[in-house]
């Protein structure tokens, strides 16, 4: 099944922007990328996905490469209450139990004011 | 965006004592739910998919006769944990999801703990 590949943390500035990277080079045609974060004590919340294209919304911006084999999480101006584990993860929404969400250990982002 | 709530926050009990979880989809209707399970300082770890009407399906090493799932609506489902032990006690989160190519929308989780 395909797996993806983030650093184990991250630090960023305030008010500067962040660009989390993700690693997925087995990715299959049909595995849309999904980006979660969980703040401490939480319930993850979902930031973002995409298939193919970049997706924008109100929380952040989603870079996918082109030949899909990664991407990049980019939050435009970080805040304290960014401060998170995010999780980049593949799903396959018609694969049945293989399209179910599986969390790896994702990337713990420190926000310095 | 959608809201899924989770109830008990919080509940601490003894050793052998039954504990039910409710998780429910408060504005939208869920055609899945899940059940994910967190202990500290590890991510979360699938434990079962639960549609409204048919049997949860289990994660393998989620032991079916002790995590009893009952999904009796498209916006409630409950995790039971039977005669729970110390090893129980973990932080349990649940899904639910509107559509296959949708996001997840998680609950709050609650705090387990097994005395």
């Known amino acids: 099944d395909a797996k993806t590949t983030q650093p184990n943390s991250m630090e960023s500035n305030e008010e500067e922007p962040v660009h989390l990277p993700c690693n997925h080079s087995?990715?299959?045609?049909?595995?849309?990328i999904h980006w979660y974060r969980q703040l401490p004590s939480q319930g993850p919340e979902y930031v973002i996905h995409?298939?193919?294209s970049n997706v924008n919304n109100r929380m952040a911006s989603l870079a996918i490469a082109e030949d899909r084999k990664s991407s990049t999480l980019i939050l435009h101006r970080a805040t304290l209450r960014d401060a998170a584990v995010y999780y980049c993860?593949?799903?396959?929404?018609?694969?049945?139990?293989?399209?179910?969400?599986?969390f790896g250990k994702g990337t713990k982002l420190s926000v310095k004011p | 965006g959608a809201v899924v709530s989770q109830h008990p926050s919080r509940v601490i009990c003894k050793s052998g004592t039954s504990v039910k979880i409710e998780c429910r989809s408060l504005?939208?209707?869920?055609?899945?739910m899940f059940w994910y399970r967190q202990f500290p300082k590890q991510s979360l770890m699938l434990m079962a998919t639960?549609?409204?009407?048919?049997?949860?399906?289990?994660e393998q090493g989620v032991e079916k006769d002790k995590f009893l799932i009952n999904h009796a609506s498209l916006t409630l489902s409950t995790l039971t944990v039977t005669s729970a032990h110390p090893e129980d006690s973990s932080f349990y989160i649940c899904?639910?999801?509107?559509?296959?190519?949708?996001?997840?929308?998680f609950g709050p989780g609650t705090r387990l703990t097994v005395l």
């Open positions: 899904s639910a999801e509107k559509g296959v190519t949708d996001e997840q929308f």
């Open positions: 087995t990715i299959s045609g049909t595995d849309y």
């Open positions: 995409g298939l193919t």
């Open positions: 993860i593949l799903r396959d929404p018609y694969g049945g139990s293989q399209g179910n969400l599986i």
């Open positions: 504005d939208f209707q869920a055609t899945t």
């Open positions: 639960s549609n409204e009407g048919s049997k949860a399906t289990y």
